[in-house]
């Protein structure tokens, strides 16, 4: 049976991957959507941190806190460059380029954390790599903005930092993890919209419903579910099941958004499940890297 920190990770990852349903009927520019979800997902756990009354533990642990300062910052910045890139070089093909992240991982969990990269998982990668390839393979790199292909692979690198700075925290847990991560996160974004364009948003009435599911749910429980529980799980693990997002992304669209889900793209979404179950449940678990 798997833990009760796995299945908070795999509800979050589940959540996340409706962020585009959403967001598709929010009538906003990329980066002010990512200021809203944001923003009211930090205002809910600060709201809940303060309800509860939860104990402050992070000036007790400084180091422990900068990492996780990091990781929000990290998160912050994945997103600007992420939704940069949906607009330059489309959804497909940013979301190939940002899932190299999970890779990047796996690559250094040996070096940072000490974990063994076994046959089975590399295998089990590689798996998954094909999958992703299938399920955005209509993406093409003609005519497409080179600067956008650099925002997805930033993006991608910002995920690996976001998952290591995460797990360099030790002491820090519950809802006080998510809630600095997620304060950090907003900072960060709200410097670059200062800087940018300002904060004269004009909202219309019906994009406030969106904005506040994709604000509260999958942003503030979302991020308390991922955070809460990433720290406890193997690097690898993550890596390998975080593949889950994308693929629940493209079923969402398939089924509510009424996208065509060509039968290559149900293949490519079967390879990346069976890939991640295969890295993580294969029994020869004889080390490539020590």
Same mark, same amino acid.
């Given at each position: 049976? $798997?833990?009760?920190?796995?299945?908070?990770? *795999?509800? @979050?990852?589940?959540?996340?991957? +409706?962020?585009?349903?959403?967001?598709?009927?929010?009538?906003?520019?990329?980066?002010?959507?990512?200021?809203? &979800?944001?923003?009211?997902?930090?205002?809910?756990?600060?709201?809940?941190? /303060?309800?509860? $009354?939860?104990?402050?533990?992070?000036?007790?642990?400084?180091?422990?806190?900068?990492?996780?300062?990091?990781? !929000?910052?990290?998160?912050?910045?994945?997103?600007?460059?992420?939704?940069?890139?949906?607009?330059?070089?489309?959804?497909?093909?940013? +979301?190939?380029?940002?899932?190299?992240?999970?890779?990047?991982?796996?690559?250094? @969990?040996?070096?940072?954390?000490?974990?063994?990269?076994? &046959?089975?998982?590399?295998?089990?990668?590689?798996?998954?790599?094909? !999958?992703? *390839?299938?399920?955005?393979?209509?993406?093409?790199?003609? !005519?497409?903005?080179?600067?956008?292909?650099?925002?997805?692979?930033? #993006?991608?690198?910002?995920?690996?930092?976001?998952?290591? #700075?995460? %797990? %360099?925290?030790?002491?820090?847990?519950?809802?006080?993890?998510?809630?600095?991560?997620?304060?950090? @996160?907003?900072?960060?974004? /709200?410097?670059?919209?200062?800087?940018?364009?300002?904060?004269?948003?004009?909202?219309?009435? !019906?994009?406030?419903?969106?904005?506040?599911?994709?604000?509260?749910?999958?942003?503030?429980?979302?991020?308390?579910?991922?955070?809460?529980?990433?720290?406890?799980?193997?690097?690898?693990?993550? #890596?390998?099941?975080?593949?889950?997002?994308?693929?629940? +992304?493209?079923?969402?669209? /398939?089924?509510?958004?009424?996208?065509?889900?060509?039968? =290559?793209? =149900?293949?490519?979404?079967?390879?990346?499940?069976?890939?991640?179950?295969?890295?993580?449940?294969? %029994?020869? $678990?004889?080390?490539?890297?020590?």
């Amino acid at each position: 049976m $798997r833990s009760p920190q796995f299945i908070k990770y *795999i509800i @979050s990852l589940l959540l996340f991957g +409706s962020n585009g349903v959403w967001a598709a009927a929010i009538a906003l520019s990329s980066q002010e959507i990512v200021f809203f &979800r944001l923003l009211f997902g930090a205002l809910s756990l600060l709201a809940i941190f /303060a309800i509860t $009354r939860t104990k402050i533990t992070f000036p007790h642990y400084k180091k422990d806190f900068f990492y996780l300062a990091l990781s !929000g910052c990290a998160q912050g910045i994945l997103f600007l460059f992420l939704f940069k890139a949906y607009q330059l070089i489309g959804v497909s093909l940013a +979301s190939l380029a940002y899932y190299c992240g999970p890779v990047i991982v796996m690559i250094l @969990s040996p070096l940072l954390f000490g974990e063994k990269l076994t &046959r089975g998982k590399v295998l089990g990668f590689l798996t998954v790599l094909v !999958g992703v *390839i299938l399920v955005n393979g209509q993406a093409a790199l003609e !005519g497409k903005s080179l600067f956008g292909l650099l925002c997805a692979g930033l #993006a991608s690198v910002m995920y690996a930092v976001l998952v290591c #700075a995460t %797990k %360099k925290n030790e002491h820090i847990h519950g809802l006080e993890n998510p809630t600095i991560q997620l304060v950090f @996160s907003l900072l960060t974004v /709200a410097v670059y919209m200062a800087l940018t364009q300002g904060f004269a948003i004009q909202v219309q009435p !019906g994009d406030w419903l969106p904005i506040l599911v994709l604000g509260l749910s999958n942003t503030g429980l979302g991020c308390y579910l991922y955070y809460s529980s990433i720290g406890h799980l193997p690097a690898q693990q993550v #890596a390998l099941f975080g593949y889950l997002e994308p693929l629940s +992304s493209v079923f969402y669209s /398939a089924f509510l958004l009424h996208e065509t889900l060509a039968p =290559i793209q =149900i293949f490519g979404g079967l390879l990346i499940v069976g890939g991640a179950l295969f890295g993580e449940l294969y %029994k020869g $678990r004889k080390p490539v890297v020590q």
